[in-house]
């Protein structure tokens, strides 16, 4: 089989209603012949549809859609072998549960080639359910995955990075930084470990608004026990980040500063929103409160691993289990 210039990657678990959609958009890419593409789509063990949806999409489509099969479970392993498979000098992420506007990785290459790097990103916007009349806080679109408060192009940096639902990266990266660590698999947050590695090797990545993919929100991602779960590992994620960059002996300054936030900005933050019964508002503080209780578990899991063995957050929803009764529910 020819190379291409791109590989897009997709890797799934038991989402097959999810997964056509996403193989339609995908591969009506528009790339008005300047660069050549591939689908390769890693089934990680589903027990659904999965296989045969996949099938349907070759058949149906012009661009090449491959299947892998992979039955060790993790998302970054998954990811991995999606990696190992493709044929791209590109590798463009995208998730099972959105769908890419039609010029979306034509944005992400013109970007690339007019900033002359080899990391990329775009934007995420919320597919929200029909029949939400809420008006949830920022804080809460950010949980869901929402990226659109950036509306002109811009260099990630350390507060603000890309992640694997929206993510171009040269495969000569990975040659230099290595692959997803798989070790993060129970815990999640290998995408931020990945860019954290690549921004250490002196890459640059940048993000433009006009890369648009939308995230498909079913309505049991709107409870508070979603939520919170999403807070808690998000907090996880960046405690596990910042031990890396800044090391045991710098870390306990970083938490204390991230614990007297909680205390100072964002329980009274909490506090306000419950005087003024504005529920949106209050969900919002406490998903922060959340996000920081993750944090400390976790900053304190590194910091002393002998007396604080955390557990992963994934034992009060588990990942895998929990994202597939979702959409047992929404369908």
């Known amino acids: 089989m020819d190379d291409v210039d791109v590989s897009i990657v997709v890797c799934t678990f038991n989402r097959a209603p999810l997964l056509r959609r996403a193989l339609d958009s995908l591969a009506r890419q528009q790339t008005q012949g300047r660069f050549t ?34 039955t060790r479970k993790g998302i ?72 659109t408060k950036i509306t002109t ?34 815990s999640g947050g290998e995408d931020a470990d990945l860019y954290r590695r690549i921004s250490a090797a002196g890459y640059a990545c940048w993000y433009t608004p006009r890369a648009v993919v939308h995230h498909i929100i079913p309505e049991q991602r709107l409870e508070d026990q979603y939520m919170r779960w999403t807070a808690l590992r998000q907090g996880g994620h960046v405690a596990l980040r910042e031990f890396y960059q800044w ?44 996000r920081s209780e993750g944090y400390l578990r976790y900053a304190l899991k590194y910091l002393l691993p002998k007396l604080c063995r955390q557990r992963a957050f994934s034992s009060a929803m588990d990942f895998r289990a929990g994202r597939q009764g979702l959409m047992e529910k929404q369908h």
């Open 153 to 186: 192009e811009f260099r990630y940096n350390r507060q603000t990075g890309p992640g694997t639902n929206n993510w171009m990266i040269a495969r000569t990266v990975f040659d230099e930084v290595g692959l997803f660590d798989e070790q993060l698999c129970s």
């Open 247 to 290: 090391g045991r002996w710098k870390m306990p300054g970083i938490v204390a500063a991230r614990l007297g936030q909680a205390l100072l900005i964002y329980g009274p933050r909490y506090l306000a929103a419950r005087v003024g019964r504005d529920a949106e508002k209050t969900l919002g503080a406490r998903c922060l409160l959340w």
């Open 37 to 70: 593409y591939e689908i390769v789509v890693v089934d990680n063990a589903s027990t659904d549809d999965t296989p045969r949806v996949i099938a349907a999409a070759a058949q149906a489509h012009a661009v090449a859609i491959r299947s892998v099969r992979e």
């Open 76 to 147: 970054a392993i998954a990811r991995n072998r999606a990696i190992q498979e493709s044929r791209g000098a590109w590798i463009a992420f995208h998730d099972d549960d959105q769908w890419a506007e039609p010029d979306w990785l034509g944005e992400l290459m013109a970007l690339a080639e007019g900033k002359n790097c080899l990391c990329v990103g775009g934007a995420v916007q919320l597919e929200l359910p029909a029949t939400n009349t809420r008006r949830l806080s920022p804080v809460c679109r950010g949980l869901l995955g929402e990226k």
